[in-house]
Structure formats: structure tokens, C-alpha cells
């Protein structure tokens, strides 16, 4: 947080910058921005240029005529005392700012990554990390038509006629399967790869999501937390407050719904092929490791998209780390019943389930492979 500073006149707005953000420039559609990036969030704003250099004038000590002034002379404009304070509110609410004295930070969680606890940052491996706009600026415009109504409603009936298939099917589907995993090794050859191909696509549907309500993406990636692949995408921070709650979730649901297309195309290539090719293998392979990349996300005890549709629903950003931190200041005596303390119990005994699931899935994996 930033360094306590006294606000030097009872006129100080006493909104100090973050010491601890990061930035840097890029241009985009010929105009100068600013990401900022918050590395005790691992989150990123985008601010215009203006705007980057107002919001570093809070320092604490700068009263309104100090920084009305300063707007004059480094950026050639006048500002109301209205919009100075207005300003200033408004990055306090995103985090950019933070009160003298006070935390300051996150207010709003978008990433859709996977938690196994408390060892990943040290235990996960990141595959794929990269910032995914300029690919996003380019698929856009060219498979726009993926994100209208009408082919996300033509694509979801050809799914669900797919799974009526798998279901009528599934005596053969489940012999085929039992083959193709008691058999020998080499569903192995297509596990990591089907799971991780997975894995993007489903991430894909989140940041197509993403580019259609023209909410930047700042970062992408696929990891392995041990034997477990993982994947996330984080929008920035600004612009995703700033949909409504319907286009939030539609973003979210945009995941899933990829995921589902994707086990459809395995059984498609499952139907298609005899049993005696290998790509009949690779069929089977899609349908079960599509759906068993997509328990975690769906379980609401990790923080995937299950979660995080709680978290918009309750509107409660960050709900994990507020759930385990009024428990741990509840059982040492320290915080006061809290109107949402079901709700926090609740979170905290699903994620010490999610914990516990995510390890003993491990450890039969590992054990499985040896």
C-alpha cells in the first residue's frame, strides 16, 4: 500500500497513488494508453493517457488547487474541484487509489483460473502465458458471426442432438471406453493434448466473449499444477465493472457452453470412425477428458466459473479471500457476526473440499500412472 502521508490542508482529497503498481504504454487506435498492473491482485487496468497522468497527482499531500493546478500545467486543461474529487473517488473505487492509512486494491475478481490451493503460485507451470489482444483483434472480425444469437443458439441444438446420440449410444460408448483406458498406454498420447486443447477452446469462448463486449483481455494462459492442466483469462479491470449483469454472464457462460462443443466434436469423430482406427481412440479421449476438465470449473468449491457466477450473483468480488479471512478472524475471537457469515462458512468449507478433491485426484492420477 502506499506510504502514510498527512494530507497537508483539510482540503487534501488524502488519496495517495499505489506505490506498488506497475505500468507501461502502448498505443492503440493511434492513441497513447496506460496498463497498470497490480501484482497483489495480479490484475491490470487500462487508463487513457490523460488520465494516467491525473490519477498520479494524488500523492496524499496535494490539496484540490494543488492538483487543479497541476492539470493546467502538465496537461494544458482545467478541471472543477467536482471533477477532481469525482475523479479521485472513482480510481478509489477501482483500486488505483487507496485512502491514507488504508488498504487499497482489487474490488472485483474476473479471472476464471482454477485454485487448488494454497501452493499453486510455487507448484504451477505455466505452459502459455501471453497477452492475447492483438490475436483477439484478428479472430474477431473474422468469426464474429460465432458470438450471434442465432449460431451460438444452431450450435448449441447440433450439441445437445450429439449428447441425445452419445446417451442412446452410451452401452457402446461405455465398451469403447473401458478399451480405450484398460487396454494399454497409448490413450496417453492424445490425454494431454486433447485436455489442453481443451482447455483453450473453453478459454477462448471466455475471451471471444470478451473482444465482442469490447473488453480488453490482459492475460491468457494454460498451466499444469502438478498433473492437473488449468487455464484463465483475465479481462481488464475497468471495462469489465462497467458491463451489465447480463453481459457478465453470458462471458461466463461462453466457457462452458466452447467446452460442450468441443465434446461434441469428440463424438462426432467417435461415431465416424470404426473401432479399428486409431482416431476412434482420439474420439473417446475428447468426450472424457473434455467433461473431466470441466468438473473444476464447475464446482462452485473452486474458483472457476461456478464460483465466479456466484460472486456477480451475490455481488461479492473476491468472496474467497473474504470468506477465509472473516472465518479466520471469527475463530480467533477478533471479528463480529457478519450478516453474510453463512455465506462466508459456506465458501470455506467448499474450498477446504476443493483442496482436499484436488489432491486426492492427484494422488490416484499419480498413482494410476505408476
Not at 323 to 337: I, M, N, P
Request: net charge neutral; hydrophobic share 45%.
Amino acid at each position: 500500500m502506499s506510504e502514510s502521508v498527512e494530507c497537508s490542508t483539510p482540503e487534501a482529497p488524502c488519496l495517495c497513488y499505489r506505490n506498488e503498481l506497475t505500468h507501461e504504454s502502448f498505443v492503440a487506435a493511434g492513441e497513447t494508453k496506460y496498463r497498470v498492473y497490480d501484482p497483489k491482485n495480479d490484475i491490470a487496468y487500462e487508463l487513457g493517457q490523460n488520465e494516467f497522468l491525473l490519477v498520479r497527482l494524488f500523492d496524499g499531500a496535494r490539496n484540490v488547487e494543488d492538483i487543479q493546478h497541476q492539470v493546467r500545467v502538465t496537461l494544458r486543461g482545467n478541471l472543477s474541484e467536482r471533477r477532481i474529487l469525482a475523479f479521485g473517488e472513482k480510481m478509489l473505487r477501482l483500486g488505483l487509489l487507496a485512502r491514507d492509512g488504508e488498504q487499497g486494491g482489487l474490488h472485483r475478481d474476473p479471472a476464471t483460473g482454477i485454485t487448488y490451493g494454497p501452493l499453486k503460485r510455487f507448484l504451477l507451470v505455466n505452459l502459455i502465458k501471453m497477452d492475447p489482444q492483438p490475436l483477439l483483434d484478428w479472430l474477431y472480425p473474422r468469426f464474429t458471426w460465432l458470438c450471434s444469437p442465432l449460431i451460438v443458439g444452431l450450435m448449441l441444438m447440433c450439441t445437445i442432438s450429439c449428447f441425445v446420440f452419445l446417451l442412446s449410444h452410451w452401452t457402446l460408448f461405455y465398451r469403447d471406453m473401458l478399451h480405450t483406458y484398460t487396454s494399454g498406454w497409448s490413450w496417453l498420447a492424445w490425454h494431454y493434448p486433447v485436455v489442453l486443447s481443451s482447455i483453450a477452446i473453453h478459454e477462448l469462448g471466455h475471451a471471444l466473449s470478451c473482444r465482442h463486449y469490447r473488453v480488453r483481455v490482459t492475460d491468457f494462459g494454460i498451466g499444469v499444477y502438478l498433473l492437473l492442466a488449468t487455464g484463465w483469462v483475465r479481462p481488464e479491470q475497468r471495462r469489465w465493472s462497467d458491463l451489465s449483469a447480463e453481459q457478465r454472464a453470458n462471458t461466463i457462460l461462453m466457457g462452458p457452453l466452447a467446452s460442450f462443443y468441443y465434446a461434441a466434436a469428440g463424438i462426432v469423430v467417435w461415431a465416424m470412425t470404426p473401432s479399428s482406427v486409431v482416431f476412434h481412440d482420439l474420439g473417446v479421449v475428447m468426450i472424457v477428458a473434455s467433461f473431466l476438465s470441466l468438473i473444476p470449473t464447475l464446482l462452485p468449491c473452486f474458483n472457476g466459473d461456478t464460483y465466479l457466477a456466484i460472486t456477480e450473483f451475490y455481488n461479492q468480488p473476491r468472496l474467497r479471500q473474504r470468506a477465509l479471512l472473516y472465518c479466520r478472524k471469527r475463530l480467533a475471537g477478533k471479528a463480529d457476526v457478519d450478516d453474510n457469515a453463512n455465506l462466508y462458512w459456506g465458501v470455506t468449507l467448499l474450498t477446504a473440499a476443493g483442496w482436499l478433491l484436488a489432491w486426492c485426484g492427484i494422488v490416484a492420477l499419480i498413482i494410476r500412472v505408476l
